[in-house]
């Protein structure tokens, strides 16, 4: 089957000599996997901010694609994003969406001295928006749940996704872009 543009770039931005998706997406996996074991002893140092955001996503992907650590903006990735129907933010609003989230972020004091409840409706909440803004144009779901357990454990909490399958986690986000937190909060519940 012949590869669209948009998965012709990705092969051609790969680091790793891969020349297929599939070749790819086993020698990404492999090399992530090694480096997201690498942080639970050694976390990546930032200020819970877009930037930190940024920095774990390089940290995870800087061996595998010439764009790590950039959002779609700052790599021009200009095309439409999306799943199936649902559509993230456009990247011409990629900078001012983002401020604008991560400034609540930090006007709510990064959840903390909130309770396990308030917590999980609060993470829930910015998981979420973080999700639709789906930054890179790899690599999302990883680095935001990487985000959060850092998130967490600034707040005062453990997070553990390790039992939540990822099913689980796909119908979470997409009803969470449909406006439905449900599912997203017992994620959070569940791994805290």
């Known amino acids: 089957m012949p590869l669209n543009s948009f998965d012709k770039e990705l092969i051609d931005s790969n680091l790793l000599g891969a020349t297929n998706l599939k070749e790819l997406h086993r020698k990404e996996k492999l090399l992530t996997n090694t480096k997201m074991l690498s942080l639970q002893e050694n976390p990546i140092k930032g200020n819970l901010d877009y930037a930190h955001l940024k920095a774990i996503h390089k940290f995870l992907f ?14 021009h990735i200009t095309a439409k994003f999306g799943k199936d129907t649902t559509l993230f933010t456009p990247y ?3 900078p001012s969406v983002s401020k604008v989230l991560f400034e609540a972020l930090s006007d709510e004091n990064y959840f ?6 308030e917590f999980t409706q609060s993470a ?18 990883r680095v935001q749940r990487i985000y959060m357990q850092y998130l967490a454990k600034n707040a005062g909490y453990e997070l553990h996704f390790e039992n939540i399958s ?3 986690m796909v119908q979470a986000s997409i009803e969470g872009v449909e406006g439905k937190l449900l599912l997203l909060k017992e994620v959070f519940r569940k791994s805290i």
């Open 92 to 94: 011409e609003k990629l």
């Open 112 to 117: 903390k001295g909130q309770s396990k409840v």
């Open 124 to 141: 829930s909440t910015f998981m979420n928006g973080l999700n639709i803004l789906h930054p890179f144009r790899e690599g999302n779901g």
């Open 62 to 75: 800087s061996e595998v694609y010439s764009w790590a650590g950039q959002d779609r903006y700052d790599a």
């Open 166 to 168: 990822s099913e689980e």
